[in-house]
């Protein structure tokens, strides 16, 4: 009962890193083996067998904005993670292709042995191999069809001639690690906000417009932006009010407004042995509509892989983590809900 862990796209110029972790159990499944030398076809038919026969199979996968964000190797720790809470068979021992142990700060760590060439060694490992390699690749020939001049379909992503002619003539995608060397030079303010959040992109070109305009049309310009000012004042004060509710009913205010590039967490606390992860939505007036309904699913994803990186950056792996919302109308603020998010 070896529950088997290996990963496939590390080395890419585009796509995801994506971790498999398999536990096979009792089944027998001849041909297992390091996926690179196995044929497409195998790999597939492989692949059925395994996700059939297998006691469990998990995928681990880190987008390139995550990638780009935390940086490679915490995306390994944060993709095996995830493989991992997705195997609910069991399984006494844990093997990961390699010599670094992702889990090593988890209370899972302690049943991790590293070994070299494990997916040519280890059946579980192999398999792991397998289905993350196969599981990638229909990603990246899915992906080649909305970027059909790139060519995803036949270097699923590394730095071919033909990738590198592709980027040089087009420019790069979202599915580009901008993180990685080849492509640093790529990587500007206007393209990591525009693919975390198209909000901040039209912030830009707001931004863009008064720095054009500031020389004919100053005070214009800066009666514009006391407003915005002002408005973040008041955001900030509907942040005070949560805060101090949260102090109230017993939380202990453990950050405020912590940041990543993907994401902002506006208040973190604990409560007994519960860490939440607040975000605070404010409304001028009800007739604006709910805070709540503003945090969209596209945030709420955000908000998850902030969370994420939060427990793998501080150590955290055996404390609750719960998603939280609360709405504040008025001037002054003043909570008119809360909400434990899903």
Known sequence: MILGIDEVGRGPWAGPLV??????????????????????????QLDILIREHASGVGLGWVDAAEIDEIGLSSALVLATRRAVEQVTASYHEIIIDGTINFLKDTTKGRYVTTVKKADLLVPAVSAASIVAKVARDAYMIKQATIYPEYGFEDHVGYGTAAHIAAIDKLGVTPLHRLSFAP???????????SRTDPKATAA??????IREFSGAKGGSVRRQVQVVRTTKEIGDNGEDVAAQYLKKTGHTILDRNWKTKFCEIDIISQLD??????????????????GIAAITPKKLRQMKFAVEFYALKNKISNTNLRLQAISATGQPPIIDSVLEVV
């Open 183 to 193: 492509l640093a030079k790529y990587r500007t303010n206007d393209m990591d906000l």
């Open 19 to 44: 971790v498999g972790a398999v536990v096979l159990g009792g089944a027998q499944i001849e041909g297992l083996t390091d996926s690179k030398k196995l044929s497409k076809k195998r790999r597939e």
């Open 273 to 290: 042995d519960t860490i939440y992860f607040t975000e605070v939505k404010y409304r001028r007036t009800s007739q604006q509509g709910g």
């Open 204 to 209: 830009l070109k707001i931004t863009s417009l």
